[in-house]
């Protein structure tokens, strides 16, 4: 297979990407000039290298930034609320949750969700690592559960309200979800029963 | 103009319907018996006068259930809790927090919302119905604006309050708003931070 | 069950109509004035009698431009050019020909197309009434289908070449269809490979 | 930066691709193992040195398959017919025709297409290559201007076209455009009426 075919195989593969945009990709790389090239080249190669996953959340970070035992800066930071541990599916959704600047405490990244009818929902998601990580840190208090209001996300939710049944009975530790309600945007004619209970329920 | 073309003129009136559509409707139409099109041209014209204006909630209602003064059979329900006022902006939104269940009081129709930047603002909805509905109705202590979370609801919620600001003062009435919040179907990685900022908030 | 709801079931029953828009609409009519229901109403009422079906071309036209045998004007029209009989599928199929003022001959509503698959062809067609025009109607010289560039449409060109075969044969009618090319707005990069052979065989 | 965002930020400036999408691309990096990600790497590295540009066509092709002067196989492909030269906007157009196994000609891609007002036509695309070509190849009897069926493709059309006046007229090259009519898909009752005469004038 020519080069143009064998690299628009590997674009295809990206997540969203089809074969014609993939294809695209390729057609653009080739109208770029070769220091771009190269500098794009070595961050690929490099990205691993220089990006970690923080052995206590499970983030990726900055290798640069890493503390003792290759702790992300947030992990490591004493002046965040050590108190509540946030449990999220994946980096983008921790990143919506930073950008929104409302929790300060710690997070968990699980690695995915549970699909409904998965059969070894402990397999889909970093199950033994969050409960190993609520048996050792007695400092947390509030274990928030930050997925989305999706069939998965919910399910998610509740196979570690399951999972984690004795272990936050025995260290009294508190377990929350997200508040729903209307989300920015929404129009009251288009929501759903669901939505506009809780989004009656927390009227404020 | 041709009867075809007549008809398709006021079906291109009706919301959300462009030259085509309406065309559409009117070939519909043709292909339909007598009987229908004289059941459909007669529910048009009675309409009006089976469905009346409540004179409390200023919804639409059907005439049949009219309790004395012109009133509406929720308005007229002793059961309802009279404390809670809500208001909406029109009577679909009012169909979608009754199919909820949940909210147990009364209403009142806006019949319409203010958008940002309009000078007359109390022209665009019934502003001062709403204030002599707070005055005399001595049972209301909470006033509930059930708004769209868009500019526009948020807006008409702001002219409210401001508008409402003596009266609920003086009768000691309690403002709210929906809560906000992850709306069901939301994905965390796509949540603006506001709605992020307000499911935290209100976690359960 | 109340009129609004009534009237509403009959708009969901309109072509790409669900049940949501369907009460706008309802809400949207108590809003007009009477006048304008008044003339909805009778309009409904009027159509079926105020607009025939050609006995030539089966479309619907204005009765009152009716010439003798409840013939349409087009069909009436010793002006056009009475060897081209062209077939379409539905009104406004027709009404898209006539706008582009290229068609200088007749016309022939099948009311409908044949569904792949479909067992019964014939009955979901005018066939009987396109066979007998092609043997009454020695003027004839082309016939021209006139289908969508779609699976149903292709599939019902080919059932009507089919049941005329003997006939065109027999009275050296030319059966002719649309030509295949990019249609105003197609990109070249995503055309398929059939409209591509045609573009470039009509190459002009 | 970090290079998650370093990297991010190349990702943004692919066709069609927002910083979301950019992001999750490098998370997805991430997840992929260390072979995978040095082929990746390797081949942006090695695209320039693998892919050329035709010295006569201006495509992209497999350096490997290059014939003498930097030729692609199919300018170098005796049995393609030196008489029909297609000109296409881009590589991803000439991959489109190629796969219609339609056009046995030789190509010439023009690297862009003209805006409408662009001042400088001349600059936007190949266009003295183009001409050079015309006046340099004898063999050339005719000039198929493939360009998409958008205001941008017929302007780019008609500047070629005035370009070339002189050349094609001294030389006898019959200049040619891509016929329109109903594209696969293409409903008759939402076709324009350009579309429709096109359709009616090249039907067969």
Same mark, same amino acid.
């Given at each position: 297979m020519d080069p143009i075919s064998r690299l628009a195989e590997y674009f295809r593969d990206f997540p969203g990407i089809g074969p014609r945009q993939a294809k695209r990709f390729v057609y653009y790389l080739l109208t770029r000039n070769a220091g771009t090239l190269d500098e794009i080249s070595r961050l690929i190669?490099?990205?691993?290298?220089?990006?970690? *996953?923080? /052995? @206590?959340c499970f983030r990726f970070f900055n290798a640069q930034n890493a503390a003792v035992g290759n702790v992300c800066p947030i992990c490591a930071d004493k002046d965040r609320d050590q108190s509540i541990l946030m449990v999220v599916s994946k980096d983008a959704d921790f990143e919506a949750i930073e950008k929104a600047h409302v929790h300060h405490g710690l997070y968990f990244i699980l690695g995915g969700t549970v699909p409904i009818l998965e059969k070894n929902p402990e397999?889909? *998601?970093? /199950? @033994?690592?969050?409960?190993?990580?609520?048996?050792d840190d007695v400092s947390i208090k509030e274990l928030v559960?930050?997925?989305s209001?999706?069939?998965?996300?919910?399910?998610?939710?509740?196979?570690?309200?399951?999972?984690?049944?004795?272990?936050?009975?025995?260290?009294s530790i508190r377990v929350?979800?997200?508040?729903?309600?209307?989300?920015?945007?929404?129009?009251?004619?288009?929501?759903?029963?669901?939505t506009i209970k809780s989004a009656f329920n927390n009227r404020i």
């Open positions: 190669l490099e990205i691993k290298k220089q990006v970690h *996953i923080c /052995s @206590r397999q889909r *998601i970093r /199950s @033994r690592e969050l409960m190993n990580r609520l048996s559960l930050s997925l209001a999706t069939p998965d996300g919910e399910h998610t939710a509740d196979v570690i309200r399951s999972l984690a049944k004795d272990i936050v009975a025995e260290r929350t979800v997200l508040g729903r309600g209307l989300s920015t945007g929404s129009e009251l004619e288009y929501a759903d029963s669901d």
